[in-house]
C-alpha cells in the first residue's frame, strides 16, 4: 500500500504565509487502480504567488494546490503507460492517483509532459508549463509588441517576468526590467540580455524611466501592480498596451481592507491606453502552441530558463516562502 504525504492549509494566510498554516498529513491510497486511473510519483513541485491568494476562495482545510510534474508508477490507462511523464495541478504531494480523463476545470486537467528534447523535466511547471504559457500569450497577444519598441517589465527577475523579457528582446524590443535587488538587475542585463534593468526599491521609477526610455514606453507587461505601476503608466506613449498579469505587491494585504488606488483615468483617456487584465487559461487550449515555440528558443540558445531549486518535500514551505519575498531568479521549483 503506497502512502502519500501532502500539505494541508490548516490556518487562512493572514499576510505573509507562516509555517504553521500548514499541516503535512500521510494518505493511505487504495491497492488497485480504477480503470483509466495511473498512480504518479511527483517529481518536481511548483511554488507560485497564486497560492497566496487562491485558496482563499476555499473553507480551511484544503488540500494545498499547484502544479507539478511526476511519473506514472501504475497504470490502468491505455495512453499513460508506466514511465510517462505528466503534468497536474495535484499540488504539494507525493503520491496521487489521478484519472487523466476526468476534471472539467483548468485545476484537474492532467496532460503529458511536453516534448523536451533532452530539457529538465522541471520546465513541465516553468518555461515549458503554466509561467511560460504566462508570459507567452499574455505578452503576445496583449502586449502586440512590434520590433523596436520599448517594453517595461516588473517582476523581471521571475518565472514570468524572465520569460518576457526575452521574448520581447527576440522580437526586436527593447527592454527595462525591474527587480528588488542588485544583484538581480546585473544579472538580467548581463546573463538574460535586458537593455536596462532598475532596483525598484532603490531608484526613483519615474526618472530611471525617462532616462532610460527618453521616447516613452510602447508595452507594459504589469507583473506586480501597486504604485510602481502607476509610476510606468504615466510614462507610457499614446496607444501603449498594458498586459495586466499579476499584482504581488498586494498579495499580503487584508482582501476587506480594498488599498485606495491611484487616480489613472486621465492617464488611461489622454494616452489612450489598452490595459486588459487577463488569466492563462484562457489559452489554455493553445498551449501546446507556445511550448513548441518556447522549447524551439530554449534549444537555439535563444531563451534562457532560470531555475532557483529547493531540494526536498520538507522544504517546500520555505520555498514558498523565500519565493514570495524574492529569493529566485527565475523559476522557483522543489525537486522532491
Ligand atoms: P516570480 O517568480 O516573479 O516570484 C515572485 C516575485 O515577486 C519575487 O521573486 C519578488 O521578486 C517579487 N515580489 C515579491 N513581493 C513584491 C512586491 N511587494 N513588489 C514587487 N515585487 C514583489 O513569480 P511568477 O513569475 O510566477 O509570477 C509573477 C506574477 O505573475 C505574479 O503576480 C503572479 O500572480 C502572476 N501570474 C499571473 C498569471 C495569470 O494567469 N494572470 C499566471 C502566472 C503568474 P523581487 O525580488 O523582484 O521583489
Redesign the pocket.
Known amino acids: 500500500m503506497v502512502k502519500a504525504r501532502k500539505y494541508v492549509v490548516i490556518k487562512q494566510f493572514n499576510g505573509p504565509p507562516k509555517r504553521d498554516d500548514f499541516d503535512i498529513v500521510e494518505e493511505e491510497l487504495s491497492n488497485t487502480l480504477q480503470k483509466d486511473e495511473i498512480l504518479v510519483k511527483t517529481e518536481w513541485i511548483s511554488v ?3 497560492l497566496r ?1 487562491y485558496g482563499l476562495r476555499y473553507p480551511i482545510p484544503y488540500d494545498q494546490f499547484s502544479y507539478q510534474v511526476g511519473i506514472v508508477e501504475e497504470s490502468r490507462h491505455p495512453k499513460f503507460p508506466v514511465g510517462t511523464r505528466v503534468v497536474s495541478h495535484k499540488g504539494w504531494r507525493d503520491y496521487t492517483i489521478m484519472d487523466p480523463n476526468k476534471g472539467d476545470s483548468m485545476f484537474d486537467r492532467v496532460y503529458k509532459l511536453p516534448p523536451l528534447n533532452d530539457l529538465s523535466e522541471s520546465l513541465g511547471i516553468g518555461a515549458v508549463g ?2 511560460g504559457a ?1 508570459a507567452y500569450f ?1 505578452f503576445l497577444e496583449l502586449c502586440q509588441p512590434k520590433a523596436g519598441e520599448t517594453v517595461a517589465v ?9 520569460i518576457v523579457g526575452q521574448i520581447a528582446k527576440i522580437k526586436g524590443c527593447r527592454v527595462i526590467g ?4 542588485d544583484d ?1 538587475v546585473k544579472w538580467l542585463e548581463n546573463d538574460l540580455g535586458f537593455d536596462k534593468a532598475f532596483n ?2 532603490t531608484v526613483d521609477v519615474t526618472a530611471a524611466l525617462k532616462q532610460a526610455a527618453p521616447k516613452g514606453i510602447d508595452c507594459y507587461f504589469d ?4 504604485e ?1 505601476s502607476s509610476l510606468i503608466l504615466n510614462q507610457m506613449n499614446e496607444f501603449g498596451r498594458v498586459a ?9 494585504e487584508n482582501p476587506n481592507e480594498v488599498p485606495k488606488a491611484t487616480i489613472l483615468q486621465p492617464t488611461l483617456v489622454f494616452k489612450q491606453l489598452k490595459v486588459e ?5 484562457r489559452w489554455f487550449d493553445r498551449w501546446s502552441e507556445a511550448f513548441a515555440e518556447l522549447v524551439g528558443w530554449i534549444a537555439s540558445g535563444k531563451l534562457k530558463t532560470p531555475e532557483h531549486v529547493t531540494e526536498g518535500f520538507e522544504n517546500l514551505f520555505d520555498a514558498f516562502s523565500g ?6 531568479f ?3 521549483v522543489v525537486k522532491v
Open positions: 507560485d504567488p497564486y491568494i503554466m509561467p504566462t499574455g516588473t517582476g523581471a527577475a521571475g518565472a514570468v517576468g524572465s525591474f527587480a528588488g535587488s538581480k525598484y526599491k507583473n506586480v501592480g501597486g510602481i495586466v498579469c499579476g499584482s504581488i505587491s498586494s498579495y499580503n487584465g487577463f488569466i492563462v487559461w519565493m514570495l519575498s524574492g529569493d529566485n527565475g523559476k522557483a
